[in-house]
């Protein structure tokens, strides 16, 4: 724990999943503080999940690029594997995934209404690790080592998934929004 320059402020370091991005806890234990205006947590909140959506759609976009030019590189048989259809199938309807993900990104950029943002987070949390999930697969034995960078946009994946909610967070909260009632 490391106090901040003001008194009553301490912050603790602790683990992260994504060690690209620290983490860390702030508490303010009478801290001297002065109001800035009104502030609406929620609007504050559904923007960061709007960029964070974003964020998600870059990282399941360059597990996807970057798995297929692998797949394109790396023989087995004497066949690049990128020709075997069983991968083809995987890798197609990854691409699918991704356009859904790019136009809720877009959506949720354009109208970060909370409807568009919990649409978004629902369904690109998911793609992204998906989509780093079938990178580090694809890549073999590479992609579990330090010697390839996939592993790494796994673990942002993973933590942007439960960064602002989880994508059942959203989806319940989708449902609210919408009135969807579940089964009684």
Known sequence: VREGA??????????????????????FDRASARRLGACDLAGVL??????????QLGVAEWCLG?????VKERHQFARPIGSFQALKH?????????????????SAAADPSAVSVAVAQ????????????????LHG??????EHPVHLFLKRAKAGEIALGT??????ALASLVDVRGPE
Do not use: C, K
Request: proline content about 4%; hydrophobic content about 50%; charged content about 20%.
């Open 66 to 70: 970057t798995t297929l030019a692998y």
């Open 6 to 27: 003001a008194g009553g402020v301490a912050v603790e370091v602790v683990p992260s999943l994504d060690l690209t991005r620290p983490v860390a806890t702030v508490t």
């Open 122 to 137: 629902s369904w690109n949390a998911g793609v992204a690790v998906h989509a780093a999930e079938e990178a580090v697969q």
């Open 90 to 106: 995987r890798l197609a309807d990854l691409w699918l995934d991704v356009v859904r993900a790019r136009a809720a990104a877009r």
């Open 46 to 55: 559904r923007a960061g999940a709007a960029l964070l959506a974003s964020e």
């Open 141 to 146: 034995g590479i992609g579990m080592t330090w």
């Open 167 to 172: 994508p059942g967070d959203h989806r319940e």
